[in-house]
């Protein structure tokens, strides 16, 4: 099972593209995101609906997404040809690694025209008529063209940071939807495009055992790394495997992660039972002490593979902005365990006892 990913600014034609695209590949079929925004504004309160910008900013909406895109390949097989732009990476993780743990390979690609052929794409572009933002008021069309024009700066940002590395990108600006199609059928069989370079994590089917490590360094701030599958930084540290050992399995998952090898089993500072928050199925958390690495040892921090974008060494208070809520909650509380020497028992991230 595979799906074709165009991305691109607003008004570059990607919907087109698409629908021509699915002519040229065999059993290939059509899914447009936009079907899942239009069906939250029945599905959601207004007010919650008036909280964000751009349906992408909801989970559910991204969880959708994925659950939609496997559910469309089970039943039928094949390609999914999807055309959405993605702008912000952290949702391109979310959603292409969701699909990776239900292993379908994704293509990424990207229709990049100059932008002053985009502008005047956008320029002409009309609102269809069963979009969620062009009602029968004639202003339907003017808010949609705002919207594409609004955009391209984001689109801009995320050329220069992340996109064009990531994207297999297409020069639209002298060709037509066709033609458009036609190179990307090509590039697709040709292997040009690869699948994305993604871990591939199986989702949960029960509650699981995970264990973090943390590490620091001389100033004791603490060893941080960015997932590319999951949104939010992280600890390093994974699932503990059937028969493992959590301590076992922490100092492992560090020396895949980062290529550091512990030499002494770390000493526990944490456990932490995570209530089921559907899809998740929660479980135990444990974080162990990792212990300070050596000045020479901290800069040498590999990240082998796929599976993390980057790490940094971070204050506690530069942590509670960079890590989700539980686990800020985690670290703290791991924190005051290493400094009383003493572990400490929490659910859902509240010392017990």
């Given at each position: 099972?595979?799906?074709?990913?165009?991305?691109?600014?607003?008004?570059?034609?990607?919907?087109?593209?698409?629908?021509?695209?699915?002519?040229?590949?065999?059993?290939?079929?059509?899914?447009?995101?936009?079907v899942i925004g239009g069906a939250l504004t029945h599905l959601?309160?207004?007010?919650?609906?008036?909280?964000?910008?751009?349906?992408?900013?909801?989970?559910?909406?991204?969880?959708?997404?994925?659950?939609?895109?496997?559910?469309?390949?089970?039943?039928?097989?094949?390609?999914?040809?999807?055309?959405?732009?993605?702008?912000?990476?952290?949702?391109?993780?979310?959603?292409?690694?969701?699909?990776?743990?239900?292993?379908?390979?994704?293509?990424?690609?990207?229709?990049?025209?100059?932008?002053?052929?985009?502008?005047?794409?956008?320029?002409?572009?009309?609102?269809?008529?069963?979009?969620?933002?062009?009602?029968?008021?004639?202003?339907?069309?003017?808010?949609?063209?705002?919207?594409?024009?609004?955009?391209?700066?984001?689109?801009?940002?995320?050329?220069?940071?992340?996109?064009?590395?990531?994207?297999?990108?297409?020069?639209?600006?002298?060709?037509?939807?066709?033609?458009?199609?036609?190179?990307?059928?090509?590039?697709?069989?040709?292997?040009?495009?690869?699948?994305?370079?993604?871990?591939?994590?199986?989702?949960?089917?029960?509650?699981?055992?995970?264990?973090?490590?943390?590490?620091?360094?001389?100033?004791?701030?603490?060893?941080?790394?960015?997932?590319?599958?999951?949104?939010?930084?992280?600890?390093?540290?994974?699932?503990?495997?059937?028969?493992?050992?959590?301590?076992?399995?922490?100092?492992?998952?560090?020396?895949?992660?980062?290529?550091?090898?512990?030499?002494?089993?770390?000493?526990?500072?944490?456990?932490?039972?995570?209530?089921?928050?559907?899809?998740?199925?929660?479980?135990?958390?444990?974080?162990?002490?990792?212990?300070?690495?050596?000045?020479?040892?901290?800069?040498?921090?590999?990240?082998?593979?796929?599976?993390?974008?980057?790490?940094?060494?971070?204050?506690?208070?530069?942590?509670?902005?960079?890590?989700?809520?539980?686990?800020?909650?985690?670290?703290?509380?791991?924190?005051?365990?290493?400094?009383?020497?003493?572990?400490?028992?929490?659910?859902?991230?509240?010392?017990?006892?």
């Amino acid at each position: 099972m595979t799906v074709v990913w165009i991305n691109g600014a607003f008004g570059a034609g990607k919907t087109t593209t698409a629908r021509e695209l699915i002519e040229l590949i065999p059993n290939s079929a059509l899914f447009d995101p936009e079907v899942i925004g239009g069906a939250l504004t029945h599905l959601l309160p207004p007010k919650h609906l008036a909280e964000v910008g751009d349906f992408q900013d909801l989970p559910i909406w991204r969880r959708l997404v994925v659950d939609t895109a496997a559910a469309m390949l089970a039943e039928l097989g094949g390609t999914l040809v999807v055309p959405m732009t993605l702008l912000r990476q952290e949702y391109r993780d979310e959603i292409f690694g969701g699909l990776a743990a239900r292993r379908i390979a994704v293509h990424h690609l990207l229709l990049a025209p100059a932008e002053t052929i985009l502008r005047e794409r956008i320029a002409g572009r009309e609102a269809p008529p069963d979009a969620p933002d062009a009602p029968d008021a004639p202003d339907g069309e003017i808010r949609t063209r705002q919207w594409s024009y609004d955009h391209i700066e984001p689109y801009r940002a995320a050329l220069a940071s992340w996109l064009t590395a990531d994207a297999h990108p297409v020069d639209t600006s002298d060709l037509t939807p066709y033609e458009t199609a036609v190179r990307i059928a090509e590039a697709v069989g040709s292997g040009a495009v690869p699948a994305c370079d993604i871990v591939q994590t199986p989702e949960p089917t029960a509650e699981t055992l995970a264990a973090g490590v943390l590490l620091f360094d001389e100033q004791d701030r603490v060893l941080l790394v960015d997932p590319t599958y999951k949104p939010g930084w992280e600890f390093p540290g994974g699932v503990v495997e059937r028969g493992e050992a959590p301590a076992r399995a922490g100092m492992r998952e560090v020396a895949e992660e980062t290529g550091i090898r512990l030499q002494e089993v770390p000493r526990l500072l944490v456990v932490d039972w995570e209530r089921p928050a559907p899809p998740g199925f929660g479980g135990l958390r444990l974080l162990f002490d990792g212990g300070r690495l050596e000045p020479g040892e901290a800069s040498r921090v590999l990240l082998p593979g796929p599976e993390l974008r980057a790490w940094r060494f971070a204050t506690e208070e530069e942590a509670a902005g960079m890590l989700p809520p539980v686990r800020y909650e985690r670290l703290r509380w791991a924190l005051r365990a290493r400094e009383r020497g003493s572990a400490l028992y929490l659910e859902a991230g509240v010392p017990v006892g």
